[in-house]
């Protein structure tokens, strides 16, 4: 079993930039892919960014260019650097682990 923890999250202006976190604990060995999910209000769950523990980088269309996601591996932490936010980025973002573990979410509001 794995478990996953979000934290970061929080309400920040547009054109402001936020980190979140994600820690993996339990089996970690069995991790080979990380991934940041968020769902905003009456919308399906999207894909944000996608990293192995090589370092391979995926993401989606609406943050590449704004979003950077990165891994230590020691610490079994993700990250996802979030530069000049826009309004439709508010949504609870979700971090998931080898495609199956989930996190609770942690909130990201962008508003004025």
Do not use: H
């Given at each position: ?32 892919a990380m991934a940041w ?76």
């Amino acid at each position: 079993q794995v478990q996953v923890v979000e934290s970061g999250g929080g309400l920040v202006q547009p054109g402001g930039s936020l980190r979140l976190s994600c820690a993996a604990s339990g089996s970690t060995f069995s991790i080979n892919a990380m991934a940041w999910y968020r769902q905003a209000p009456g919308k399906q769950r999207e894909l944000v960014a996608t990293i192995t523990r090589g370092g391979t980088r995926a993401y989606g269309t609406s943050v590449r260019g704004r979003f950077t996601i990165s891994i230590d591996n020691a610490k079994n932490t993700v990250y996802l650097q979030m530069n000049n936010l826009k309004y439709e980025d508010t949504a609870v973002y979700y971090c998931q682990a080898d495609f199956v573990y989930w996190g609770q979410g942690t909130q990201v509001t962008v508003s004025s």
